[in-house]
C-alpha cells in the first residue's frame, strides 16, 4: 500500500509518503513546512486569513507530489489548531472540495496512539522490554504525552493545552524575552505536567523520547548541522545539560539573532524558546537525564494504521 499522510499542525504542515507492507514502512517521501495554521487562534478562537493562505499553498505543492506517487490512500489529520478554531470545520471542508485531502480532526487522544505508534515502532517488543517510556509531542498548540511499553498499546496519553506557539503568545512578549516571562513560562509548564501527568507515571518512566519540530531542531543546533540531516538527528540523545544549554542561548538572543543559530530553520526561531522550555521542564518532571529524539510520530504512526486497518480507531 502507497500511503500519503498529510499533518495539518498549529506550526507546520507535513506530508509522508511511505510504502507499508506487513507491518513495516519505508519513506519515500517527507516534507515539513511552517505554515503557523494556529496564529492568533488562543486570542481570537479564529484561523487567521493569511495562515490558511499559506496552508493552500503548501497544499497544493503537496497535491504535486502525492499524483506524482501514485499513492493509493491519502490519510489527513488536523490537530490542535483546527479542534480549538471556530471556522476550522469550514475551512477542513475547503481543503476537501479543493484539493481532495480530507482532513479529519482527530482527538487529543487520537493523536497521542498514533504519536506513540510512530515513535516506538520497530523497538524491541515489550514482552521483552518492559520498561515504560514517555513519548513527548510537544506541537504548536498542544503538547501529548504518552506512556507505555515500547511497541505496544501505551498505559496512559493526555493532550494538554501547551505548545510552542500558545505559550511563545501567552508568555513571551519581550524580544528577547524578560527575566520575568521565562520564568512564568517555565512554572506554566511545571504546573500543567503535574496537573494532568499523575506522579505514579512520571515516577514509573525511565526512558524518553520527543518527536516533531521541537526535539528535532534541538538534536540539530546541539550538533550544529549545516544542513539538516535527519539522519543523524533520529535517534540523537541530547541530555538535560545541554538541552538547558541551548534554552539560555535561544532565550538570550533578539529574534533576528536567533534566526541565524546553526541547525535552527530561521521560521522556528519566533516558537523555539517556548518550545525548548517545554521539553527542558518535561525531561525534568520526568526525573530523566536525557531524551532521545525521534524522526517518526504521527505521520508514520497514521500511515502503519493505514496499513493494519486501524487508521479509524
Same mark, same amino acid.
Given at each position: 500500500?502507497?500511503?500519503a499522510v498529510?499533518?495539518?499542525?498549529t ?5 509522508l ?13 517527507? @516534507?515539513t ?15 487567521a ?5 499559506r496552508? +493552500? ?31 476550522g ?8 472540495e479543493?484539493?481532495?485531502i480530507?482532513?479529519?480532526?482527530i ?28 513519548v ?7 503538547t ?5 511499553p515500547?511497541n505496544?498499546a ?7 493545552q501547551?505548545g510552542?506557539?500558545?505559550h ?6 519581550s ?11 517555565a512554572?506554566?509548564?511545571w ?14 518512566t ?33 541530555n538535560?545539560?545541554?538541552?538547558? +544549554?541551548i @534554552? ?10 536567533r ?17 525548548v ?19 517518526a ?17
Open positions: 500500500m502507497r500511503v498529510v499533518d495539518l499542525g506550526n507546520t504542515t507535513r506530508l509518503v511511505a510504502e507499508v507492507e506487513d507491518g513495516s514502512l519505508r519513506e519515500l517521501d517527507k @516534507q513546512t511552517i505554515t503557523r495554521l494556529g496564529q492568533g487562534v488562543d486570542a481570537t478562537g479564529q484561523l486569513d493569511e495562515a490558511m493562505d496552508v +493552500r499553498d503548501t497544499l497544493t505543492r503537496y497535491r504535486e507530489i502525492m499524483d506524482r506517487e501514485s499513492v493509493t490512500e491519502t490519510i489527513a489529520v488536523a490537530t490542535s489548531a483546527m479542534r480549538d478554531a471556530s471556522n470545520p469550514a475551512f477542513r471542508d475547503e481543503l476537501n479543493r484539493f481532495g480530507d482532513a479529519r480532526t482527538s487529543g487522544d487520537e493523536e497521542a496512539r498514533l504519536t506513540f505508534l510512530g515513535a516506538t515502532s520497530g523497538r524491541t517488543p515489550a514482552a521483552e522490554r518492559p520498561s515504560e517510556t514517555v513527548i509531542d510537544i506541537g504548536g498548540g498542544s501529548e504525552y504518552v506512556i507505555g515500547p505496544s501505551p498505559d496512559f496519553h493526555v493532550s494538554t501547551m510552542s506557539v500558545r511563545s503568545e501567552r508568555f513571551l512578549k524580544d528577547p524575552p524578560e527575566h520575568d516571562e521565562l520564568v512564568a513560562l512554572e506554566d509548564v504546573r500543567v505536567i503535574e496537573q494532568h501527568v499523575p506522579a505514579k507515571y512520571r515516577e514509573e525511565v526512558e524518553g523520547i520527543a518527536v516533531a519540530g521541537t526535539a528535532t531542531t534541538l538534536a540539530a543546533i546541539d550538533q550544529e548541522l549545516d544542513p539538516y540531516d535527519p539522519e543523524k538527528v533520529h535517534g540523537y540523545r541530547v538535560l545539560a545541554s538541552a538547558e +544549554r @534554552q539560555a542561548m535561544l532565550a538570550a538572543l533578539p529574534l533576528e539573532q534566526r541565524n543559530v546553526t541547525g535552527l530553520h530561521p521560521d522556528r526561531a519566533p516558537t523555539i524558546v517556548a518550545g522550555t517545554i521539553l527542558v521542564e518535561s525531561i525534568r518532571a520526568f526525573g530523566l537525564d536525557e531524551i532521545e529524539v525521534s524522526e510520530d504521527i505521520l508514520h504512526g497514521a500511515a502503519m494504521a493505514a496499513g493494519d486497518g486501524s487508521a479509524g480507531a
